[in-house]
């Protein structure tokens, strides 16, 4: 919520322990302040709606938001990509490690592995200046929830959004060239005689640098194109 620049002046935190304890603490509090309330519990499920129907089952459907973390609130350590590789710990196993990771909620035990990637719990302060947007578009259950948490407090939920989307093209465009295509081979020539390999645009998409918006722009126009072309075939016949 602080490296989102949410008002934490206006949000207290209860420690429900348990979904028990969950479910009878956020009961009380939601008849002090109706529609204000909101839960957020640790719950392993393949996506965040079929997490959240779960959720609100066991509580007992409380007069509350019911958010969940997939599969535990310790896998939003591993949303931000960079700030990890910047905070886990320096030693060549470690970093092994995550350069291996998968997506933050396709970790198996992240409470664990946290505890081996960056040691104690008061070394994970470096949640505060993560990048919200790249660690959001890389966690759905942690997006759901800063939404979710905008809407009680008021807060736009554009420039949130943006930033998620932004990431998410970046992202996807930066791994599929990763994948398809030889790091050296030239993948794009502009207009103006301009010619750029796959590892320079990955670079620069990355980085947000308008030779890589402009691929990526290039490159999305053409897939819409492609997909009406198809859309308008299957319609002829």
Not at 68 to 97: G, H, K, M, Y
Not at 115 to 135: M, N, Y
Not at 152 to 163: D, Q, S, T, Y
Not at 197 to 222: C, K, N, V
Request: with cysteine; net charge neutral; proline share 7%.
């Amino acid at each position: 919520l602080d490296a989102a620049g949410y008002p934490l002046e206006r949000v207290q935190l209860v420690v429900g322990r348990g979904k028990s304890g969950a479910a009878r603490t956020v009961s009380g509090l939601a008849d002090q302040a109706p529609g204000r309330c909101a839960v957020l519990v640790d719950l392993d499920e393949l996506n965040v709606p079929d997490a959240r129907a779960r959720a609100k089952a066991q509580l007992g459907d409380p007069p509350a938001e019911v958010f969940c973390a997939v599969p535990a609130l310790e896998a939003w350590l591993f949303a931000d990509d960079r700030a990890l590789s910047a905070n886990a710990r320096s030693t060549e196993e470690i970093q092994r490690i995550v350069r291996r990771l998968p997506l933050p909620e396709e970790i198996p035990d992240p409470k664990q592995l946290a505890h081996q990637v960056f040691g104690p719990e008061s070394k994970w302060d470096f949640l505060r200046q993560i990048d919200v947007g790249r660690a959001a578009a890389r966690s759905p259950s942690l997006r759901n929830f800063l939404e979710g948490m905008g809407r009680l407090l008021g807060v736009p939920a554009e420039p949130l959004l943006e930033r998620v989307g932004r990431h998410l093209v970046r992202d996807v465009l930066a791994g599929l060239i990763r994948e398809v295509v030889p790091s050296q081979t030239t993948i794009w020539r502009t207009s103006s005689g301009g010619e750029y390999t796959a590892e320079e645009l990955e670079r620069l998409i990355e980085e947000g640098d308008p030779i890589g918006r402009q691929y990526a722009s290039d490159l999305l126009r053409i897939s819409r194109d492609l997909l009406r072309r198809m859309a308008n075939r299957s319609t002829s016949q």
